[in-house]
């Protein structure tokens, strides 16, 4: 299996090494890094996730900003050491509570622990949160969540407010908390990637969204719990066609093309009601993962115009709407677009007013960058970029650049209708009565328009 485990920082410290068969070369951490780092110079954009280097298959994820990575001279499936890399940082973080450089340094002890029984030998013995407290008793050292610049998609459950307590990603499943008493919460999170492509008239050509619903319990006892979702909620077409809104399900459906569910959920109602039935296992697990094709409303809408003003010179439009509600924002959004090669100069023009938004041009891969800290629901927005070209364009300059690619984060949106109805947690006794949280994160995974 695996020869290898590191975790390194973004400046290539190695935080975390265990080698576990010793017939890959101990300088590795440092191949590694430096080919990720340069390999953008070679031409690439990012590294891939998988890459051969002298017979050495290495293989990475990020998380939170830290690199994640497994060697072996092996011929291994690459999705299987991938999710075992991610569930590996997950069950990290279900010890520390928080994830990053500061917490796996203090906590190193435990983090090798860890390691030494998820990992024998180079091969998995097992990645339950469960399983793993049976075993490994250290106590993690809290590391203050307050400190912390806020980073990523993460950092959007940091928010202080109604809906989203602080701790919701910050504390450790076996850490008690001051006092000795564990407050008793769940946590459930509706996440859903999108991936949708815009033709040049705007037009959607492709849509589909990758959602998973989350869970997270500091339930003691392991009560039983009950989740329902939508009841008009369908899987499968049944040989329908994808816009057939004329069909015995009626407008308001939710068809999923297929769907998986955690081995603790129990099925037995969910034909009837779509009702899950699950006795949770500690940590943070997927209870449901599923996939959608059926047409839903895209939260952004791109219109995209590139145009010659002159011989040596090009004016850019980019215009943004957000398509949903006026009591939502949007969080963290890049929108990106290769020019032609031949460009030397950009000057860029925001609309009067703007606040909380940054352009570049970024020379290296001929690319604009425009990047906006929030949008609210309802509102539109324009970026002017002109052009200037060292030669002249012989061919069609619309064929040059693009694609427009945007990303971004909307919590409290989901795009799929996908809802959880109800939580219900059995009672132990009358005055039993735990917190529970229901959050819905968008984020995009490919969001493209055509020029």
Known sequence: MISQFFVLSQRGDNIVFRDYRGDVQKGSAEIFFRKVKFWKDDGGEEAPP??????????????????????????????????????????????LGILNEDSLRKNFVLVYELLDEVIDFGYVQTTSTEVLKSYVFNEPIVVDAARLPNLGPASIFMQTGKRMPGTAVTKSVVANEPGGRKREEIFVD????????????????????????????????????????????????????????GSAHGSGAVILDDCNFHESVHLDNFDLDRTLTLVPPDGEF?????????????????????????????????????????????????????????TSRVSFELEPGAVGQMTDFKESNKRLEWSLKKIVGGSEHTLRAKLTFSQESHGNITKEAGPVSMTFTIPMYNA???????????????????????????QANSYVARI
């Open 50 to 95: 998988v890459f051969n280097v002298d017979g050495v298959n290495y293989f990475h994820v990020k998380v939170v900003g830290l690199l994640f990575v497994a060697t072996t001279r092996g011929n291994v499936s690459p999705s299987l050491v991938l999710e075992l890399l991610q569930r590996i940082g997950r069950v990290i973080k279900d010890y």
């Open 286 to 342: 997927p209870v449901m993962n599923y996939r959608m094709t059926q047409e839903f409303k895209p939260p952004f809408r791109i219109n995209a115009l590139i145009e010659e003003a002159g011989s040596l010179k090009a004016e850019v439009i980019l215009k943004i709407r957000a398509e949903f509600a006026s009591n939502i924002t949007a969080n963290t959004i890049v929108v990106q677009m290769p020019v032609p090669t031949f």
């Open 190 to 245: 509706i996440i859903e990637k999108i991936s949708v492509t815009f033709s040049s008239s705007g037009y959607i050509l492709t849509s589909e969204i990758d959602g998973t619903i989350q869970m997270k319990s500091y339930l003691t006892g392991n009560p039983e719990i009950r989740l329902a979702l939508n009841e008009e909620l369908s899987i499968g077409r049944g040989g329908r066609s994808i816009y057939d809104y």
């Open 416 to 442: 799929s209708r996908v809802q959880v109805k109800y939580l219900q947690i059995e009672k132990k006794s009358k005055a039993y009565n735990p917190y529970r949280w229901v959050r819905y994160v968008t």
